[in-house]
């Protein structure tokens, strides 16, 4: 079965130093894979996607993602964190060979927390 | 805007009434899906349509849940005598998807509705 963990609830991180917000996966083949980012009261939007090539992918606001087949993970990354970062993150899975024709299986998300 | 839009944005209503959401996808994408998103959770599938057809349904959607697509454009998702357990925020997407096509295509979301069932 297809299935994402994201291990931290919440990650700290002070302005202007690098952010990690980790993600594990499992999926029955090679996966797609997706961050988006949820501010209060907002719908998801949509950050950045991994579907094949270069295992770094680069995305929306200065974030980037490692996808990292022999660890099963796609981390998601940004080298100096901004207050205005701080809100909701989830990662996604599409699995192309799980038989469903639609739907992404998302984590728990993270509560990214910048501090000034 | 271009973007996804949902309708309402929030909806409070009593256990064992009738409600209905509506959802206008980005104008081009043919792909149409809803999600329900409780607190602290990630957003959970419901069903998915392809143009007008209703092509995946998720076991969360009980035979109280309903939705349609009928002309492929907008979508609407009913719920019949809600209870308290369907408080949630309901989310809509939309992609570009061809037809047994690239399943990656980027799914993008609407505000959702949040509702409320006291």
């Known amino acids: 079965a297809q299935s994402v963990a994201q291990p931290e609830d919440q990650v700290n991180v002070a302005e202007g130093n690098p952010l990690t917000v980790k993600c594990t996966y499992s999926?029955?083949?090679?996966?797609?894979l997706f961050w988006y980012v949820q501010y209060p009261n907002r719908g998801l939007q949509f950050l950045l996607k991994?579907?094949?090539?270069?295992?770094l992918v680069k995305g929306s606001y200065g974030f980037e993602a490692e996808f990292n087949k022999s660890q099963t993970s796609f981390h998601l990354k940004k080298p100096s964190a901004l207050v205005s970062d701080s809100a909701l993150y989830f990662c996604?899975?599409?699995?192309?060979?799980?038989?469903?024709?639609?739907?992404?299986?998302f984590g728990k998300g993270t509560k990214l927390s910048v501090k000034p | 805007d271009t973007g996804v839009s949902q309708n309402p944005r929030h909806k409070i209503t009593k256990r064992g009434q009738n409600v209905t959401f509506r959802c206008d996808p980005i104008?081009?994408?043919?792909?149409l899906y809803w999600y329900r998103q409780t607190l602290g959770q990630g957003p959970e599938f419901l069903t998915y349509?392809?143009?007008?057809?209703?092509?995946?349904k998720s076991r969360l959607l009980s035979d109280r849940f309903s939705a349609e697509r009928p002309k492929g454009s907008f979508s609407t998702l009913e719920i019949q005598r809600t209870e308290q357990g369907d408080s949630a925020m309901y989310l809509c997407?939309?992609?570009?998807?061809?037809?047994?096509?690239?399943?990656?295509?980027?799914?993008?979301f609407g505000p959702g509705t949040r509702l409320t069932v006291l």
């Open positions: 997407a939309s992609s570009i998807g061809l037809a047994g096509g690239n399943q990656a295509n980027t799914q993008y």
């Open positions: 999926v029955s083949g090679n996966p797609y």
């Open positions: 991994y579907i094949t090539g270069d295992n």
């Open positions: 996604a899975v599409r699995d192309p060979y799980g038989g469903s024709q639609g739907n992404l299986i």
């Open positions: 104008s081009e994408h043919n792909r």
């Open positions: 349509f392809q143009n007008e057809a209703q092509l995946e």
